[in-house]
């Protein structure tokens, strides 16, 4: 899949790999990378790859789903939110990716929330880059 156009484009860098930091655009300093205790590293301050995956996707599907219920003219709480839980694990060869989509939407019947859901899967970025590569759970609390 490719976009007709590209409306913004955005470029980080990594050096030190999992252990190394990050920069780009608007950050201000480098991003410290840390390898988290559970994967054979230190943990303790920094971020690393699934945390940014993870606050990056859980932002976006929260957009679509406000882009959806726009297109419907349907008013949404303001503290409705998605917590995304990003896995990592072994596979052969290498490692993958899984993912697991709570939302809340106080106020919303839960029928209409899971229809909203739904359709914001269909329509953001990041469930379109995870299609049949990673699996992601959709969950309505």
Not at 105 to 124: D, K, S, T, W, Y
Request: charged share 20%; proline share 8%.
């Amino acid at each position: 899949m490719k976009p007709e156009k590209i409306i913004y484009q955005i470029s980080m860098t990594s050096t030190g790999g999992r252990e190394g930091t990050v920069m780009g655009p608007g950050l201000g300093r480098p991003w410290k990378l840390t390898l988290p205790k559970e994967m054979g590293g230190p943990g303790g301050e920094g971020t690393n790859p699934e945390q940014l995956f993870a606050a990056g996707y859980s932002a976006c599907f929260l957009g679509a789903i406000r882009f959806v219920a726009r297109g419907r003219k349907m008013a949404l709480p303001d503290d409705m939110s998605v917590t995304a839980t990003v896995g990592i694990g072994p596979v052969d060869p290498g490692y993958c990716l899984t993912a697991r989509l709570e939302v809340r939407i106080p106020g919303i019947e839960r029928n209409m929330a899971a229809e909203l859901v739904a359709a914001a899967h269909q329509r953001c970025p990041y469930s379109h880059a995870t299609r049949g590569n990673v699996d992601v759970e959709l969950v309505v609390v």
